[in-house]
């Protein structure tokens, strides 16, 4: 059973940094593309950041990259997004996603499995 858990989550001041994690279990992901999504409060989800759990090869929504990177780590098993220069606008829940079918995969029903979010409030 696939298993996605979110953690660094939590309160910065707008201009500092946090890095998210995704422990990833229950599967060999080689084949999986990885992404983070979120979603700010009455808002709907949506795509930050993808990699291939494969060949590493990342790929960003416009606007995130510069500030955001995704990386995976094949050995620990977990993908991470790290987030600098943070806005009070990247206040959101976000989301570690797995896709088995898709590359390249930024739509939210390309995704199989998702883990519980982890808040991210960025204050002014």
């Known amino acids: 059973q696939v298993q996605l858990v979110e953690s660094g989550g939590g309160l910065v001041q707008a201009g500092g940094s946090l890095r998210l994690s995704c422990a990833a279990s229950?599967?060999?992901?080689?084949?999986?593309?990885m992404g983070w999504f979120r979603q700010a409060p009455g808002k709907e989800r949506k795509f930050v950041a993808g990699?291939?759990?494969?060949?590493?090869?990342?790929y960003y929504a416009d606007g995130m990259k510069g500030r955001f990177t995704i990386f995976r780590d094949t050995v620990k098993n977990t993908v991470s997004l790290q987030m600098n220069s943070l806005k009070p606008e990247d206040t959101a829940v976000y989301y570690c996603?797995?896709?088995?079918?898709?590359?390249?995969?930024?739509?939210?029903?390309?995704?199989?499995?998702w883990g519980q979010g982890t808040q991210v409030t960025v204050s002014s």
């Open positions: 996603a797995a896709a088995a079918k898709y590359y390249r995969a930024v739509s939210e029903n390309q995704y199989d499995y």
């Open positions: 229950g599967r060999t992901f080689s084949r999986y593309e």
């Open positions: 990699i291939s759990w494969s060949t590493g090869a990342t």
